[in-house]
């Protein structure tokens, strides 16, 4: 098993600029959601899905979009980045529908915003 | 949502220390988890720990639910407890994090 995976590690974006952080995991997980972390902040909560073509919004959507496709996949969309999404973006699988399981976190992707 | 509260934020100990690291939170919550962020970023799942106590090597952690808390424990620390320590615990679902506590063990 790979566990939960992301693409790119680093990226580097203009303000203005689109883009999407891939994830994908493949443990058969049906929960996965998208956290980003700021210093001294901890980790907050951007999107979440609870299965395949279920999606919902967690602490802190704005600017992002996701969608579930599939059960492996479940990318994360920057419509028009901002220096404010300046961040470390983690991915995060667990086994069933909910948060309530143990949590696997993708190795995170740097972004930083120009 | 809950809000989580880690106490102490930073903690510098000595190789052979041992330590207790604090989460409280702000309501009930269904579930407790325990993440290590390594130094590289990295985060692992300690212990997922709704009440009760689990010990997993030289860590161990205990939640008492009722009144809102849970505890980690780090026996005899190493230079690679090295990190950032977090609980989380869920709000209808969704995962809120503490701010985490910054462990820096010296040889």
């Known amino acids: 098993n790979a566990g939960v995976t992301q693409t790119p590690k680093f990226q580097v974006l203009k303000t203005g600029q689109s883009m999407t952080l891939q994830c994908a995991q493949d443990m058969n997980h049906e929960y996965m959601s998208w956290y980003r972390q700021d210093p001294g902040m901890g980790l907050r909560l951007i999107h979440y899905?609870?299965?395949?073509?279920?999606?919902d919004q967690g602490e802190v959507p704005n600017g992002y979009n996701v969608s579930r496709s599939t059960t492996e996949d479940f990318p994360l969309r920057l419509l028009s980045a901002a220096p404010s999404q300046t961040s470390v973006y983690f991915c995060?699988?667990?086994?069933?529908?909910?948060?309530?399981?143990?949590?696997?976190f993708g190795p995170g992707t740097r972004l930083t915003v120009l | 949502g809950i809000q989580v509260e880690q106490s102490p934020p930073d903690l510098i100990l000595q190789e052979g220390a041992n330590s207790t690291l604090r989460c409280n939170f702000s309501d009930s919550v269904n579930n407790l988890q325990w993440f290590h962020q390594n130094p590289w970023g990295q985060l692992i799942n300690l212990f997922y720990?709704?009440?009760g106590t689990k010990q997993n090597g030289r860590l161990s952690a205990t939640t008492v639910a009722t009144e809102r808390y849970s505890l980690l424990y780090i026996s005899s620390s190493q230079t690679t407890d090295s990190g950032v320590y977090f609980c989380?615990?869920?709000?209808?679902?969704?995962?809120?994090f503490g701010a985490g506590t910054q462990v820096v063990v010296t040889p």
């Open positions: 989380a615990g869920d709000s209808w679902g969704k995962l809120q």
């Open positions: 995060a699988s667990s086994l069933t529908g909910t948060a309530y399981n143990e949590q696997f």
């Open positions: 899905s609870v299965g395949a073509g279920i999606t």
């Open positions: 720990i709704p009440s």
